[in-house]
């Protein structure tokens, strides 16, 4: 079953806006990742955020987690079409090994 | 980029038949992962290695093998191919950098479609 569910599913903007994603999780965890997926490609690691961090930085993105609510945020800053992806957030429950358990991802078009 | 190639590719089987898809490694990570990607699903976790010869099973198991003879190669098979393995796979390597920070890279993916 899916630890973490995107929301939402689907999100299209235009260039310079700011795009947030949600995502919740149902279990304990040690950390919470985002990934980027471009069409065809394999995943590439955005952004780590650990349990015991509230919010955290890396260029255009911000990231927040309230593991009292079990939920993290993905903000993407004055966004540009090359955003264009889907979004995927990932929890290590901390089960061993780093078993990841992703969740169904947000679709972002960002149209120039 | 985490130095991780899969091979082939691209590949159309038939049901029935074996298939097996290969992740090689160039920097000598011990942790190694296989996912598969499906709409409305996400990744999903097949197996995974901790090390030489051994391994270990994650969320979507069942119809898979995997082997681990070497660091840099984990190998998965499917005995038997069915339908409902049409898929992407992606293999996963593990930087390490000392417990909570330690991240997956992927690979570049492989499409299966068998008929």
């Known amino acids: 079953s899916q630890q973490g569910e995107e929301d939402p599913q689907a999100l299209s903007i235009q260039e310079g806006e700011n795009a947030t994603m949600n995502c919740s999780y149902k279990t304990s965890i040690n950390n919470l990742q985002w990934y980027r997926q471009n069409s065809g490609r394999g995943l590439v690691h955005l952004i780590l955020?650990?349990?015991?961090?509230r919010e955290k930085h890396s260029g255009r993105l911000r990231v927040t987690l309230d593991t009292s609510k079990k939920s993290s945020s993905l903000l993407i800053t004055a966004s540009r079409a090359a955003d264009t992806a889907s979004y995927f957030c990932?929890?290590?429950?901390?089960?061993?090994?780093?078993?990841?358990?992703f969740g169904t991802g947000t679709r972002l078009l960002v149209s120039p | 980029d985490a130095g991780i190639t899969q091979s082939p590719r691209h590949k159309v089987t038939e049901t029935g038949t074996p298939v097996t898809l290969r992740c090689h490694q160039t920097?000598?990570?011990?942790?190694m992962y296989w996912y598969r990607q499906d709409p409305g699903h996400g990744l999903r976790l097949i197996h995974y290695?901790?090390?030489?010869?051994?391994?270990d099973k994650g969320e979507v198991s069942d119809g898979y093998s995997v082997s681990r003879s070497k660091t840099e190669d984990f190998l998965l098979t499917l005995e038997s191919a069915t339908s409902s393995q049409t898929s992407v796979y992606f293999c996963?390597?593990?930087?390490?950098?000392?417990?909570?920070?330690?991240?997956?890279?992927f690979g570049p993916g492989t499409r299966l479609t068998v008929l």
């Open positions: 955020i650990r349990s015991n961090e």
């Open positions: 920097e000598n990570h011990r942790y």
């Open positions: 990932a929890t290590d429950a901390g089960t061993g090994f780093q078993k990841l358990v």
């Open positions: 290695s901790y090390g030489v010869k051994d391994t």
């Open positions: 996963a390597i593990l930087r390490t950098s000392g417990g909570a920070t330690d991240t997956q890279y």
